[in-house]
């Protein structure tokens, strides 16, 4: 055996490699190359992008049927697919959401479409969040909390 695999051990132990100091703590993970270092550094990258539960977007998916929008070149042009937003289970990267949403934005001729997709959306289902704005007093304690 060549040793542990990088990329799963620092996900095992949670930690990203950039933030590993000296030669030792590197070698202790199997990051024995600076070649092997920065390969993980980039795949470490690639795959701790930010998701969301992609509730605007499955909103905005919705309008665009409702108002008959051709939404599968949207949805390429965004690297979606229509089973990620039927599915409110798999979470979204965030990039693409916000590709979609801006995209939908432009076929629809409504100026305030954040306003009023935002309105239909049940908050509740933004889980603990929901719960934890909505027994704050103000933003900044919702912030805090």
Same mark, same amino acid.
């Given at each position: 055996m060549s040793g542990? @695999?990088?990329?799963? =051990?620092? &996900?095992?132990?949670?930690?990203?490699? @950039?933030?590993?100091?000296?030669?030792?703590? &590197?070698t202790m993970i199997g990051l024995k190359t600076r070649e092997g270092s920065k390969a993980m550094r980039k &795949?470490? &990258?690639?795959?701790?992008?930010? =998701?969301?539960r992609g509730t605007i977007a499955r909103a905005a998916y919705a309008r665009a049927l409702g108002a008959r929008l051709e939404v599968e070149p949207l949805l390429k042009s965004s690297s979606l697919t229509p089973q990620q937003l039927r599915n409110s289970q798999v979470r979204v990267p965030v990039k693409n959401q916000i590709k979609f949403l801006s995209l939908v934005a432009k076929e629809l001729p409504d100026p305030f479409l954040g306003i009023h997709l935002a309105e239909g959306i049940e908050?509740?289902?933004?889980?603990? =969040?929901?719960?934890?704005?909505?027994?704050?007093? =103000?933003?900044?304690?919702?912030?805090?909390?």
């Open positions: 542990p @695999d990088p990329k799963r =051990t620092c &996900r095992h132990f949670g930690f990203d490699p @950039d933030q590993i100091q000296g030669n030792r703590a &590197r &795949r470490a &990258r690639f795959s701790s992008l930010p =998701t969301a908050l509740r289902e933004m889980g603990l =969040t929901y719960y934890v704005i909505a027994s704050s007093e =103000t933003l900044g304690d919702a912030l805090r909390n």
